[in-house]
């Protein structure tokens, strides 16, 4: 069984950084799609950002250019580092690994709030 366990997150003034971490049991980092997804109150959960095996990574026009999402295959660690943060990018974030590629399924954390104070 999968687990991930967030963290990082915290309150923070617009413009202000934040780097989220995300440790996953089990050597899966480098071979499944990892994922950054954040829910806000009364909006559904969207994709933040992504990072394929192969390295590619896919991101929301929302947090392109300030948002970057780097793994460390020998730690099994997922990063999201979040730059010239927005009020409009408090919710809170969670870890995504899908291995449905492998019939592994998908697995989430338990989420991790960001705020941003304006």
């Known amino acids: 069984q999968v687990q991930l366990v967030e963290s990082g997150g915290g309150l923070v003034q617009a413009g202000g950084s934040l780097r989220l971490s995300c440790a996953a049991s089990g050597n899966i980092v480098s071979t499944y799609v990892m994922g950054w997804y954040r829910q806000s109150t009364g909006k559904q959960r969207e994709l933040v950002a992504a990072?394929?095996?192969?390295?590619?990574?896919d991101y929301a026009d929302s947090v392109k250019g300030r948002f970057t999402i780097s793994r460390d295959n020998a730690k099994n660690m997922v990063y999201l580092q979040m730059n010239s943060l927005e009020a409009e990018d408090t919710a809170v974030y969670y870890c995504h690994a899908d291995g449905n590629a492998y019939y592994a399924g998908a697995y989430w954390g338990q989420g991790t709030q960001v705020t941003v104070s304006s």
């Open positions: 990072i394929s095996s192969g390295g590619s990574r």
